[in-house]
């Protein structure tokens, strides 16, 4: 058994050193494609794989059609949506993810962005604190419950709305469940952004809950790019002068947005939520592991196809 780890943005040494260890030592064979700029090269490097460990790479109906021998594909960290589903199912290929793994990382970066825009970019100019401010989870999965864990830690009042969740389920961890979108704009100064890319979600976040927030309102996002409705993005900030978004995932107006609101905007070059040495190491362990278990022992856990 091959498996082949392609990532045009690479594991840290030390991870692809532990993946290495894991997969040989159940005694498959392991091939590298890092830092590849065409997608010639992975395709001609998938023609004998029998899984891929990928980051955020592009999975689709092409690299399927040439990957003959694959049976499952790992992305490491939580997001999969750079995988087609469907293209995967009809190859008969297992897909699956590492949820929780790059959380932590995640979660921290959320709060130091928080920081970030309440002292004005580090700017000198007089700002806020966090302490008793309100902040709303917008999905409490495995990031946003570490972020809620932080926040606590700063001091302050947290509240989620997560539809896939009981009220009960999130107040026995000592955050305030609301019970919709709405409520939790309307209430929260801060809102912390978790959910997924999907046809439900993709421009959901728009003028109709924005606007609502409550003065000083400051959005935070490190989940995907796609559920923000940019144009309504844009005419809050025209309007609200109080408004601030700070992203981990570029938008496609970023230059307008730069140019325009430098003093309540910020973009993070490139999405950089998982790129901690820890989450770097956990996501490609977890990944190696679960590829072993599932050519062993058929264990599919962690299937999202």
């Given at each position: ?28 064979e ?33 690299v ?18 750079n ?43 007089s700002g ?9 989870i ?16 700063f ?27 709405e409520e ?45 409705n940019?144009?309504?993005?844009l ?11 700070l ?18 905007y ?32 058929g ?7």
């Amino acid at each position: 058994m091959k498996v082949l780890i392609a990532t045009d943005k690479p594991f840290a040494a030390s991870a692809v050193n532990a993946i290495r260890e894991i997969v040989e030592g159940a005694g498959f064979e392991l091939a590298l494609l890092e830092k590849y700029t065409a997608k010639s090269q992975l395709l001609d490097v998938v023609k004998d794989a029998n899984a891929i460990i990928i980051r955020s790479d592009i999975i689709d109906n092409e690299v399927f059609d040439a990957a003959g021998q694959l049976k499952i594909v790992v992305r490491a960290g939580a997001g999969y949506d750079n995988v087609d589903l469907n293209a995967a199912t009809a190859h008969k290929v297992c897909v699956m993810n590492t949820p929780g793994q790059n959380a932590n990382a995640v979660a921290e970066l959320a709060l130091g962005m928080m920081v970030y825009g309440v002292r004005g970019f580090f700017s000198g100019v007089s700002g806020t604190e966090l302490k008793d401010k309100l902040l709303g989870i917008h999905a409490y999965g495995n990031v946003g419950r570490n972020v809620a864990r932080i926040a606590r830690g700063f001091g302050m009042d947290v509240y989620a709305f997560d539809p896939f969740l009981t009220a009960e389920a999130i107040e026995k961890e000592g955050v305030k469940a609301v019970a919709s979108a709405e409520e939790l704009y309307r209430t929260c100064q801060f809102v912390s952004l978790h959910i997924p890319a999907t046809a439900e979600t993709k421009n959901s976040i728009g003028q109709s809950l924005l606007a609502t927030m409550p003065k000083g309102a400051t959005l935070i996002n490190t989940a995907r790019k796609e559920v923000i409705n940019e144009p309504e993005l844009l005419r809050v900030m025209e309007e609200r002068t109080d408004f601030r978004y700070l992203t981990d995932v570029m938008p496609a107006i970023h230059a307008e947005l730069a140019e325009r609101f430098a003093d309540r905007y910020f973009s993070t070059p490139k999405k950089m939520g998982a790129q901690t040495a820890e989450a770097n190491n956990n996501a490609g362990i977890a990944a190696a592991n679960q590829i072993v278990d599932f050519l062993v022992n058929g264990n599919e856990r962690f299937r999202v196809n």
